[in-house]
């Protein structure tokens, strides 16, 4: 059985490859502007390096080793989420180039800090598969989120980073059918 990543399912898909934002700002802006707003209060997070790939935040595309069921019932138990349909897209872990691709042990942190280098793990897909439960503390802080605090669901689950685009075609959907532009 493959090692899934996830991401969510991207509304008003161009093209066949899912884009990093620096790529997007240069390809289509209002998308661009769209994604960026989510860094409206961070902006300097866009700038963040990621060490691994001698890169910055907006150069990589996002993806989680983590199905997202459990941490939207934990938002939803918290009361900042209603009843939702989740749409996401999967990917076989192994089909990322280890090269262009790390693993970020990303940390909640509310002054969105840099993470150091140490914090960065190399990427495989047995790596990816111990890293596929949410931990407790991440499912706690979900659980326990007031109505004030900044709803970011994935701030203490592991990242994985892929520098560059994907190609589209290489995800399925939540059924496990193939994407396509």
Request: some cysteine.
């Amino acid at each position: 059985m493959p090692t899934l990543l996830y991401r969510a399912a991207i509304r008003d898909l161009r093209g066949s490859e899912i884009l990093p934002l620096n790529h997007l700002r240069e390809r289509h802006p209002d998308i661009y502007e769209r994604e960026a707003a989510k860094y409206s209060y961070r902006p300097q997070t866009m700038d963040n390096a990621v060490h691994p790939l001698e890169c910055r935040w907006s150069d990589v595309v996002f993806l989680s080793p983590v199905h997202p069921a459990p941490i939207f019932d934990a938002l939803r138990e918290a009361g900042r989420v209603g009843p939702t349909t989740l749409t996401y897209w999967t990917i076989d872990a192994d089909l990322l180039d280890p090269a262009r691709t790390c693993i970020l042990l990303k940390r909640h942190d509310p002054l969105f800090r840099p993470q150091p280098a140490s914090d960065y793990l190399p990427y495989s897909a047995a790596t990816v598969a111990t890293l596929s439960t949410p931990s407790a503390k991440a499912l706690d802080r979900l659980r326990n989120l007031n109505a004030t605090e900044p709803l970011l669901p994935w701030a203490d689950i592991p990242h994985i980073l892929h520098r560059g685009p994907i190609a589209v075609s290489l995800f399925r959907d939540a059924d496990g059918r193939a994407v396509s532009p």
